[in-house]
C-alpha cells in the first residue's frame, strides 16, 4: 500500500511567499506591491508571512501589520466567496450609504467587517472607492456600483444569488 505524501499548507504558503518576496524585494517601495501580490495569491494576507516580509524588506512587524490593517482592501482573513464593499466615507455617507449597509446586513444575514458562516459572502464598509460623483457607491469583487439604492442593491444582491 502507497503511503499518501502529506504537505502540510504552511510550507506550500512559505515556498509561494519566497517566490512572491523575490520577486518584489528590490524595487523601490515594495511593501505595498508584495502585500498586492500576497492577497492575489492567497485571496487574503495570513498573519505567518508578516514576519518574514518584514525581514525580507528590513522592516518591523509592526510596520508590515500596521500596512496591513490601514488598508481595507487587504484581508486578514480568508474572505467569503463574494466581497462586497460599501464606501462609507463622506460623499457616499451623505447620499445615504449607511442605510444601505444596514439593508446590506439585513439582507445578507451579515454583519459588517465579517464573512457570513456558509462562507457566501464577506461585508466591508470602505472609505472611498474613487467614485464619489456617483454616491452612493459599493463594490463587488473587482465591479464597482455607483448612484445606489436600496432597489438596486436588493436587486444586485439577488443577481449573486446571496440572500441569507
Ligand atoms: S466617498 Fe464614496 S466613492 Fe468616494
Known amino acids: 500500500m502507497s503511503k499518501l505524501r502529506y504537505i502540510p499548507l504552511h510550507t506550500e504558503t512559505t515556498v509561494q511567499l519566497k517566490t512572491l518576496i523575490a520577486q518584489h524585494e528590490n524595487q523601490p517601495g515594495a511593501l505595498l506591491p508584495l502585500l498586492h501580490a500576497v492577497q492575489a495569491k492567497f485571496g487574503y494576507i495570513p498573519s505567518d508571512v508578516v514576519a518574514p516580509i518584514a525581514r525580507a524588506l528590513n522592516l518591523s512587524r509592526a510596520e508590515v501589520h500596521g500596512v496591513v490593517t490601514y488598508y481595507h482592501h ?53 472609505y472611498c472607492l474613487g467614485l464619489c460623483a456617483s454616491s452612493p457607491a459599493m463594490q463587488v469583487g473587482e465591479r464597482l456600483f455607483g448612484r ?17
Do not use: Y
Open 74 to 126: 487587504f484581508h486578514e482573513h480568508k474572505p467569503g466567496k463574494h466581497v462586497i464593499q460599501i464606501c462609507l466615507a463622506e460623499a457616499c455617507q451623505s447620499c445615504g450609504s449607511e442605510a444601505l449597509l444596514k439593508q446590506a446586513e439585513t439582507e445578507l444575514g451579515c454583519t459588517v467587517h465579517s464573512t457570513r458562516a456558509d462562507q457566501a459572502v464577506t461585508l466591508e464598509a470602505v
Open 148 to 164: 445606489m439604492d436600496n432597489q438596486k442593491l436588493r436587486s444586485l444582491l439577488n443577481q449573486l444569488e446571496l440572500s441569507a
